[in-house]
C-alpha cells in the first residue's frame, strides 16, 4: 500500500506546508510518480519523475539532500534534466513508514528570494520537512489500519454468515450490536426490525437479568419466542465481550430445538435404523404379527407390544418407527425399569432451570420433547409407577406436556409404543396398572409370539445370527450339525431370539471346526430336565383372561374398518350376538377410527 492512497491528503499537506514558507512543496512516491504538488507542480501531478533527479536518488538511498546551488551538485550532475533544469535550489526528506521508503517531500526554490529563503532557515526547515514527512507517513499508517479494521469487519461477518447458528451481540443493556443472516431467518426479523430490537424480545426479561448473575456465560439455556403466530423453541449459549476484565457485552447463540433433535436423531439412531426385512421368522403367527406391525406403522395410534423377554418387542417398535413417514425425526427409547421412580418423570418430561435443588442450569427437555415428530418407546411400561401412570394418562389425552417447575403446556407431536413383558391385563385387575391408560395404549396390540410356539423360526433364525457372529468374531463357521439343531429344537427358550443370539455366540467361540456340534453348545440346553420340560416355567393363563385378551386383539385389529364388528367375530369364529355380549361382559372399549 503506498502514497497513492492518502493522495489527496498528502496534497492538502503539501498546500498548507506552501502556504506557510512560501516555497513550492511537491511529494513523490517510491514508484517515482509525483502524486502531489503546489506552482507549477500541481499540473505536473501523475507524471514519472526521473530516477536520476535528486528526489529518484533520495528514493533510493533513503536520505535527504539539501542543492544550494541546483546543477552544480553531485547529484545534479547525474541528472538528464539537468540542463533543463529552472530550481534555485532544494531541500528534501524521505517519507519512511517502518524503515520502509514510501516516497520523498521536498521544497522547491524558483527564484533568487526563495533559495536565499531556504537556505538561511536550513536546520529549521531540515526539522519541519522531517516532521512533515512523519505526518504523512502516520497518515498512511492510519489508512493502513483503517483498511486492516474494515477487512477484518468484512472476515468477521463471513465466519458470522457461515455458521449455521444464530448469532447476535449485545450491548450490556442488551441492545443489539452485530447479528448473523442465520439469526435473522431464526427469528423471522429484517436487518432493520432487529437493530431496534433487545435481546431481553428474544431470551425475556427474566433470563437476561440473571444472566449477570451467571458471569454471563450459561450453556444450553432454553428460550421460546413468540411473535404473533410464529413460536420458535431452543437453546443458545453465551459468552461475555470482556478486554481486561472489563465487561463490553455478551454474545449469544441460539438453536433451533428441532435442528438439535435432528442432530441427536442422526447421531443416535441413525447408525442403528431397523427394516422389517431384519426381523428374521417365516412361520405363519410370526408373518401375520409382522404383517400388522406394517400396517400399524402407518398410523399414528398408540400401539402396546406384549411379549416375552427377547422376543424382539424393541426390534419391532424400530422397525414400526423406521417404516413410519416419522422416518426422519428422532426414535427415542426409554426403559421405564431401568430408571430409577423420582428421575423417571424429569428424563420423560423434562424439568425448568430452578425445578429442584441440583437442578441443570437452563432446564432439561425430557425424552416427549427429544422425540418430537418422532417416536418415543416406552420399554417395560408394565414398571411405570401408578403416579406417573396418571401423568402420562393426560400428557396421551391432552397431547400437552408440562415440564416439573413449568408453568406452561407444551404441546407435543410424538407417537407412542410401549412395550411389557408383563401381562399388563393381571396388572390391572391387580391395581398396579391404570386401566384407563392400559386402554390408552393398547389401541394397537402387538403380541410377538415367544420362540417355542414358532419353533419352525429356528432354522432361518440360527443362519441369520450365525452369518452376523462371523461377521463380529471374524470367523469362518458354515453351519450347525444337525444333532445339535435338534437340541435346539428340542429346548424351550425362556429368553426367546436374545437366547439363541447368545447361545449362537457361546457356540461360535467354543467351535473348533466349521461346523457346530452338540459339544460347542451351552451345557443347560444339552441338560435333558429342562429339554424334556418345555413349559415349565410358563404361567397358565385362566381361559376368561385368554378369552378377553383375544377379543380385544379382534376389536383392536378390525376397528379401522366398516364391518369390524362383524369381521372380528368371524375371525374370532363366533357369532355377531356373542362378540357383543362377550365386549359387555368383559367391559371392552370400542374405539373406532
Ligand atoms: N425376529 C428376530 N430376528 C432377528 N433378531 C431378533 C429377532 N428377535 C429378537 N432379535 C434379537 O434379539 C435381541 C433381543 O431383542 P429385543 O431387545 O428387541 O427384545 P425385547 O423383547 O425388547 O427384550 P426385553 O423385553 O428383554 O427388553 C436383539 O439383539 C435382537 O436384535
Redesign the pocket.
Known amino acids: 500500500m503506498g502514497l497513492m492512497t492518502i493522495a489527496s491528503n498528502v496534497q492538502n499537506i503539501s498546500e498548507a506546508i506552501a502556504s506557510v514558507i512560501k516555497v513550492d512543496v511537491t511529494v513523490v512516491d517510491n514508484e517515482y510518480k509525483r502524486i502531489a504538488g503546489t506552482g507549477s507542480y500541481r499540473e505536473r501531478i501523475g507524471e514519472e519523475v526521473n530516477q536520476n533527479s535528486v528526489f529518484g536518488v533520495a528514493i533510493k538511498k533513503g536520505e535527504g539532500f539539501i542543492i544550494e546551488n541546483a546543477g552544480q551538485h553531485a547529484v545534479c550532475l547525474q541528472c538528464v534534466d539537468a540542463k533543463d533544469c529552472k530550481e534555485y535550489a532544494e531541500v528534501c526528506c524521505p517519507i519512511k513508514v517502518n524503515n520502509e521508503v514510501v516516497g520523498v517531500i521536498g521544497l522547491i526554490a524558483f527564484e533568487e528570494k526563495q533559495r536565499d529563503e531556504i537556505l538561511h532557515n536550513q536546520s529549521n526547515l531540515i526539522k519541519f520537512l522531517n516532521k512533515m514527512a512523519d505526518l504523512i507517513s502516520s497518515k498512511l499508517l492510519e489508512q493502513k489500519n483503517t483498511d486492516k479494521i474494515q477487512l477484518l469487519v468484512k472476515e468477521l461477518e463471513v465466519v458470522l454468515n457461515s455458521v449455521d447458528k444464530g448469532i447476535l451481540a449485545v450491548d450490556d443493556k442488551g441492545r443489539i450490536l452485530r447479528y448473523n443472516e442465520r439469526a435473522l431467518k431464526l427469528f423471522q426479523t429484517s436487518e432493520k426490525e432487529i437493530m431496534h430490537k433487545n435481546i431481553k424480545d428474544f431470551i425475556g426479561m427474566a433470563t437476561f437479568r440473571s444472566l449477570a448473575k451467571e458471569k454471563y456465560k450459561i450453556k444450553n439455556g432454553e428460550f421460546v419466542y413468540k411473535n404473533k403466530e410464529y413460536h420458535l423453541r431452543g437453546v443458545f449459549d453465551t459468552n461475555p465481550i470482556s478486554i481486561d476484565h472489563e465487561s463490553f457485552g455478551i454474545v449469544f447463540v441460539f438453536s433451533k430445538l428441532s435442528d438439535i433433535l435432528n442432530t441427536v436423531n442422526d447421531i443416535t439412531t441413525g447408525t442403528i435404523a431397523t427394516d422389517f426385512d431384519?426381523?428374521?421368522?417365516d412361520s405363519l403367527i410370526f408373518r401375520e404379527v409382522k404383517l400388522e406391525a406394517k400396517k400399524a406403522s402407518q398410523s399414528t395410534s398408540t400401539i402396546l407390544i406384549q411379549?416375552e423377554?427377547?422376543?424382539?418387542?424393541?426390534?419391532f417398535a424400530r422397525a414400526i418407527h423406521f417404516h413410519s413417514d416419522r422416518v426422519k425425526a428422532p426414535f427415542i427409547p426409554i426403559n421405564c425399569a431401568a430408571i430409577p421412580e423420582q428421575l423417571l418423570e424429569s428424563e420423560l418430561f423434562g424439568y425448568e432451570e430452578g425445578a429442584f435443588t441440583g437442578a441443570k442450569r437452563g432446564g432439561k427437555a425430557g425424552k416427549f420433547l427429544l422425540a418430537t415428530g418422532g417416536t418415543i418407546f416406552l420399554?417395560e411400561i408394565g414398571d411405570m409407577p401408578l403416579h406417573l401412570q396418571t401423568k402420562l394418562l393426560r400428557v396421551l389425552q391432552e397431547q400437552m406436556i408440562e415440564k416439573i417447575g413449568g408453568k406452561e403446556l407444551i404441546p407435543i407431536d410424538v407417537r407412542v409404543v410401549a412395550?411389557t413383558?408383563q401381562d399388563l391385563e393381571r396388572k390391572v385387575l391387580e391395581g398396579e396398572f391404570r386401566q384407563d391408560l392400559f386402554y390408552r395404549i393398547n389401541v394397537i396390540p402387538l403380541q410377538i409370539p415367544p420362540l417355542r410356539e414358532r419353533k419352525e423360526d429356528i432354522f432361518t433364525?440360527v443362519e441369520?445370527l450365525l452369518s452376523k457372529c462371523n461377521i463380529k468374531l471374524r470367523k469362518h463357521i458354515k453351519e450347525v450339525d444337525p444333532q445339535a439343531l435338534d437340541i435346539f429344537m428340542h429346548y424351550h427358550w425362556p429368553g426367546n431370539?436374545?437366547e439363541l443370539?447368545n447361545t449362537i455366540e457361546y457356540a461360535v467361540n467354543m467351535c473348533n471346526s466349521s461346523v457346530i456340534k452338540k459339544e460347542d453348545l451351552p451345557k443347560r440346553l444339552i441338560s435333558r430336565d429342562i429339554s424334556l420340560s418345555p413349559f415349565k416355567q410358563e404361567r397358565i393363563i385362566p381361559i376368561r383372561d385368554l378369552e378377553k385378551r383375544e377379543i380385544q386383539k379382534a376389536v383392536a385389529y378390525y376397528s379401522n374398518r366398516k364391518q369390524n364388528i362383524a369381521e372380528a367375530a368371524e375371525a374370532l369364529g363366533i357369532s355377531r350376538a356373542t362378540l357383543y355380549r362377550k365386549i359387555k361382559e368383559y367391559d371392552i372399549k370400542i374405539v373406532s377410527k
Open positions: 431384519e426381523i428374521i421368522g411379549g423377554s427377547g422376543t424382539g418387542k424393541e426390534l420399554d412395550a413383558n433364525l441369520y431370539v436374545r443370539e
